[in-house]
Nanobody, 112 residues
Framework: QVQLVESGGGLVEPGGSLRLSCAAS????????MAWYRQAPGKERELVAS???????MYADSVKGRFTISRDNAKNTMYLQMNSLKPEDTAVYYC??????WGQGTQVTVSS
């Protein structure tokens, strides 16, 4: 049974940082690409970043230079380090495998 459990969201002021984690189970994590998506109120879900099984990362233009995706295959965990956060980064962030399996999401709110 595939499980993706996100954590690390919260309320942060503009310019602040957060690190999201995604604990994965039920499949061979180290052999799979993973991704972070987000959905802001009233907007469609969008791809934020992805990471291949070998650690090659790709980012949406809106987060390049501010967000860093990484993975620890020994811990079956993926991370998203978010720096220089902006109010427009406010959204529910989801850990995704194969676009078919989604975690429950973790809320990130950037506000003063």
């Amino acid at each position: 049974q595939v499980q993706l459990v996100e954590s690390g969201g919260g309320l942060v002021e503009p310019g602040g940082s957060l690190r999201l984690s995604c604990a994965a189970s039920g499949f061979i994590f180290r052999l799979n690409s993973m991704a972070w998506y987000r959905q802001a109120p009233g907007k469609e879900r969008e791809l934020v970043a992805s990471i291949s099984q070998t650690g090659v990362a790709m980012y949406a233009d809106s987060v390049k230079g501010r967000f860093t995706i990484s993975r620890d295959n020994a811990k079956n965990t993926m991370y998203l380090q978010m720096n220089s956060l902006k109010p427009e980064d406010t959204a529910v962030y989801y850990c995704v495998w194969l676009r078919d399996y989604w975690g429950q999401g973790t809320q990130v709110t950037v506000s003063s």
